[in-house]
Structure formats: structure tokens, C-alpha cells
């Protein structure tokens, strides 16, 4: 028995000491690619020395030397972003050529068909050859500056340059000019929208038993009305209404379409130097973009020949997309413009290579392309493109349901341009100094289409940037549902003058702000879009501006952060109108009981949703339970579409607006239930659901919990045991409907965990412009194992900033490193 007790005393030793071995070599070879952000190198590419000083949160100020040429800044850029965010970069790129499968294999096989069908990557090259001599110049110096850093990852063997690569063998090409193009339009398809909001509208007409109710479900934001729309079985006769039954979209690994309610969102406010505490003028910016790790956004300045701009970029991008030079401010957000149309494009029934035009049947334009596969055969697709655009398969976003026998799909968008000068827009907005300098910079810009926030020392506007489709009067649909794509007068003709894109300078009020509300009233055609990203948020913040008269830097970080919904202080009192401080006395344990205690919490409650508070767990599930309560009778399976609450929606059914009360009543059921009962029932659904999550203490419950920001690595973040390290996971306030935004999932297991948020803040202040202050919501680095791949994170979880100077001498007081790069021969 001792002999056996020693050797197995002797083979567990020997196994705890192979696997410190097996770690501490995983940790070398990943330690490998940590940058040295403290150093002297020579690297091909450059003209002139290049200095890029890490201040101490690691963001890297990026110099050239005395009578050195921009380009060699921007190649500074590119070397940082490679350093800090290789990984990320080459996925990107990767997504945009639709060649994801030959790392993951099948897992983004479908990643990669939607890809290639939109031909994203080679529309990017065809761009190229139209941008401006100054950006191509910031293109092939970000790309030489990309590709020095492989060079000395090469060279000097640091670890393959990021530890995902020890796990992925993806081999990496250099980069080109089209690359960053690439990831310019990767970005715009992660904020829009109208294509999936198309296909459900269609969906949900022919779901729906009375389909004027569609203006209920899916309403329209405040303002003038609209005509009335035909149902979409008589758009395009022929469809099938049994077809409604397919089962729930499932995410896909790193698909870049957003979820429908998980386009681009973001919040920008500005406010005139008389309305300045300082003296100054004001401006606030915090895009919204789903959550990763390593973020979406990463900090830098660029000291250029025209001045020094510091802010938000999107490493591939040599572009300050946000932020602010000692001149001038720009903050973006979406603006929601409807730029993409879908179209049923009848086959010919005696050549299916053919398609109806407008003058007869025409063959499609076609090509193969081969997607290879990690240890699988290759697929070979066969791209079609019709005079509308590229042809989607039935298999994607259910477009089989609403396509009839004998047609299929095409897509219209602004981001298939092969001239898309979008690039040369963001190089030039840099380089502008006054806010009508910037407007006109803007005309460049084609897609994603944006609402441009703008201010001068002395001057605010906002101007919708981006290309606006032409559409006729007499479209079928007014671009809200597919139409058929022969008929002439719901095909697009051609893009709006820029002068014709809104804008607003200097309000008289002295404030303007945006929040992906609606902007303006203009009749179809002649519209931005019918479907906007936010009718909440505006009431709350119209509220803070106009709470004071003067604002200050502070004031304007507060609207930042403030987590006051006005959402549950309308709906509230409105589903509970009839329940509120009634019933009889229940015994403790009883379900009735409760009802009451959640009842009663609510009652006092300001809708504050504030992570450390239960009654927004508790009002959250209750109006999840509710919506679902009252659309699943009528919609069925579609009803699955609908992952978040629409508060337009719960405010017309309870406010009985046109008669939108009939959705309270269970069709199938034979009695006649109302509203209240419902808001009853959904309120005991709600509790259920909360007691078999999180206990039956209501008073203990905490909004944070269910509330937690999901920052995952978009490949490792599943991984067991990696995920630990990989993953930023924390407790936050907000959510979709407040100005500190939060979105939540929709789905099960985690119906509220934030997914869609403000990943980089800014606010600026003219008075004192190196008083800016700006975060971004992970850190700098994409490497694990760096400090700075979380260090910013808890800060933006508290709401806390660091400052944003374009003072040399502040970067260079408490550097973190100097990497000095001289040309080499």
C-alpha cells in the first residue's frame, strides 16, 4: 500500500509540475506580443523620426519632428493601432473580405456569404481610385505604418504579434489602403437598420389578423401622420402567410449586422458660448456601439501640419472620428437616414438567370466566388447583382417568408458604392478649424449617413452628413417595405443634393442636440426616415437643458450619465392605473402579497435606474411580461422578432389611442379580457420570473445584477476557463431608454444584460479646451494580458473621465513610455 501511495503521490507531482510548465509556457509565448511602448527603432516607410509619447493612461500622442510631413503622423497611427489592436484589426479586415472560414471554419460560413454577396471588400477597392490626394497620402502611410509593426513582429519574433494568433493560425497579409476603406463600410453595416426593420414590417403584415394594428406594434415617431400603407400581401401578391413559422434567429460568430434595436444609437449635445457658464462653447458626444473586448474605440492624437486633434478612432480607420482639435469639436451620432431599400425582383419562369427590368427580362450580373473553409471542402457561391443591387438568399434574415414563388431579393444601399469617398471626408473633417469649413468637409461623406454635431469658438451646428437615395412620390411602399423591383417608381434615382441634407446653425435657443430622435418633418419624399432610433431619451434631456440657463462642462457630463427614465415615469402610472394601493390584505408568502410589495415599491420610485436599486428589475420584467403578454396572440412566432419593449406601443394600447386597446384581448380565449387584467397578469409573470432568478426578497433585488455590461471577447468570450480572462463582466445603471445608455439583449437566459453602449465619452470646453475630458469603456490595449486592457473599465462603469489635452508637455510629464522610430535605408 505505501509503495502505491508514493507513486501516485509521485505521478500527481509530476502532472501539477507539467501543467505549471504548460501554463508558465502559455504566459511566455503570449507575453511575447506585449508591446515595449519604451524604445528606439529604425522601420521602412518613413521620411522623417516619428515620436509616439504613451501618457499615462497609455493613450499615444503621436509626433513628427521638426518640418515633418503629416504622413508620417499618420504612419505613427497606424504603427500604434497595430501594436495595441492587431488582433482586432485583422479580423475585421478579414469580415470585410468574407474569408473569416478559413480560421473558424463552418461556425462563420454564413459570416462570410453575406459578405461576399454585398461584395464589400472589392467595392472598397474599386473606392480607392476616388479619394482625395490628401487622404490616399494618410492611407499609404497608416498602411506603411500597419506593416512596419509586422515587420518587427517578424524580425524580432514577438509572439506572432497578439496571443489569439498562437490559437488561430491566421497568417497576415500586409496591409493595404483598401483595408481601411473596408472597415469604413464594415462600420456602417453595424449601424443600420432599415433592411431588417423592411423585412419585419412585412413580416408583421402578414401576421397580423387586422392589419391596420401594424401602426400599434410598429409606430411611427411623434409628428405628422402618414398615409396609410397597403398590406404587404397585396405589395407583392402571391406571398404565403403559412410560411411565419420559422424559428428564432440565433446569433451568429462575428456576423457584423446588428439585431434589430442594436443599430447605431448615440447621444451628442452642444451649447453656444451664451449659454456657456465659461464663456465658451460646449459639446458633448457618446456614440453607441455593441460592446466588446477589446472596444470598438481607441484614443489617440495626431499633431498634424493644420494642429493637433485628439479622440475616438477605430484602429484600421487613420481617422480622429470624434473629438476636437483647439478649435473645434465634432461629435457624431446616427441620424437614421433610410438608406437601404430591398426589392422583389421577379425570375424569368423560362430562364432563371434572367430577372424582369423595367424594359423586359435581363440577365443577372454574375460571377463565382470560392469561400475556403478550415478543415472542410470549399463552397463555391454564385453572386447575382440586379440593376437594384446584390441578390440575398431566402436562408437570410427570413427573407424566404416574405418572398414569393418565382422572385427573389435584392438590396439597395449607399455603402455599395464603388465611389465612396467617405474616407477623404473623415481625412479632411480633421484638418477644418471652423464649423462652415466642417460642413463642407462633410459633403464627402456617402455612408454610414450621420448626424454631424459641430462647434467653433464661437459657433454650433449639426448637419446630416452621408448620401440621401432619391425616391419618386409614387413608390409603393415609400421605402418601408420591399416593392417590386421592376416597376420604375420604386426604384432609387440617383442621391439628394447635399445642401438638401438637414441642418441647423446657431439656434436661437443656444442649445442643439441630438439623441437619434427625430429631426425634422418633411414629407415623403423629401424625408430622412420613418423609423428613427429614439423617442425617449429627447424628453429626458430636453429636460436637463432646459433646467438651467448657463451649462458648464459639468452640467454636461451629468446629461452624459444621468439614468433617469422618463419611459417608466410615463408608463407607470399608466398600466397601473387600476391596480395601485388595491386588493385586500394578503398573508406573507401569497402571491397577492407580492403584488402588493412590488406594487408599493414602485409607487415611490422616481425611475432612476440605478444599478443598486430593485424596482427597475422589477418594472423591466413587468413590461417584458407585458409586451409579450399582448402580441403573442397576434403575431405568433413573429412575435419572437420583437426582443425589446416598445414603449410608443404600450403608451397607445393603454391609452386605447385608435383603438389599440383590442390587443388586450386574447383572440383565442373566450372571454373578453382588458387591459388591466393584463398588466395583472404580466406584473404575476414578471415576479415568477424574478423569483425563480434572483430570490423572492424584492426589496434585495439589484437592477445591476440583471444589468451587467457584456463586454466579451467576440472569439475567446465562450471559451471555458479563457472567458474568465478575456471577458469584462460589471454591474451598471441605465438602460435603452435613458441619456447614460444601456440596451439590453432581449434574450434568454439574460433578457437585460447590456449589450449596446456608450463605448467612448467626450466632452469638450471651449472656454478651456485642455479641461476636456473623454473615456472609452475597456482600455487601450486588445492584449489580455496588458494592464491597459481593462483599466479604463471600472472608471466608465463609475462614470468618471480622464482629461483630453493637446498640451505636449502634460503627455510628456507622466508618460508611461516613448517609442522613437527613425527612418530605415
Known sequence: MGHLFRWLLRLSAGLILLSVLAIALVYYLASQSLPDYDKELALPGLSSPVEIVRDNANVPHIFGSFGASDEDVYFGLGYAHAQDRLWQMTVMRRTAQGRLSEIFGTRTLETDTYLRRLDIYRLAQQSVAVQSPEAMAALNAYAAGVNARLLEINEDALGRGAPEMFLFNMPVAPWQPADSIAIMKLMALQLSGHMKEEILRARTSLALNDATRIKDILPDAPGKGLTALPEYAALVPGVRQSALAAPAEESKLLFPVAPRGLAGASNAWAAASGRSAAGGTLLANDPHLQLSAPGVWYLARLELGSG???????????????????????????????????????????????????????????????IKIKDEAPVTLTLRWTDNGPVLPGSMFKLAEITPPGHVVSLSWTVLSPKDTSMSAAISLMRTTTVQDAIIAGEDFVAPSQNLTLADQNTIALKTVGAFPVRDAAHQSKGRMPSQGWRPENRWQGRAPYADNPEFISPAGGILGNTNNKILDRPFPNHVSFDWGDTQRIHRWQKLMQNREVHTRDSFIEAQLDTVSYTART??????????FTGEAAPAGTRERQRQIALTLLSGWNGEMNEHLPEPLIYAAWLRALQTRLITDELGPVAKSFRHVEPLFIERVYRDVDGAAAWCNVRHSAPQENCTEMARLALDDALIWIEERYGDALESLRWGDAHQAAQDHPVLGEVPVLRYFVNIRQSTSGSGNTLQRGKSSGRDPDPFQNIHSAGYRGVYDFADPDSSVFIVSTGQSGHPLSRYYDDMAQLWRRGEYIPMSLDENLARAAAVGITRITPRQ
Do not use: H
Open 308 to 370: 493637433g486633434v485628439i479622440g475616438g478612432t477605430i484602429p484600421g480607420i487613420p481617422a480622429v472620428i470624434t473629438g476636437r482639435s483647439d478649435a473645434l469639436g465634432w461629435g457624431i451620432t446616427s441620424s437614421y437616414l433610410d438608406d437601404q431599400d430591398l426589392f422583389v425582383e421577379r425570375l424569368n419562369p423560362e430562364n432563371t438567370q434572367e430577372y424582369l427590368g423595367i424594359d423586359g427580362y435581363k440577365k443577372f450580373i454574375s460571377r463565382p466566388s470560392i
Open 571 to 580: 408608463l407607470l402610472p399608466l398600466i397601473g392605473a387600476d391596480l395601485w
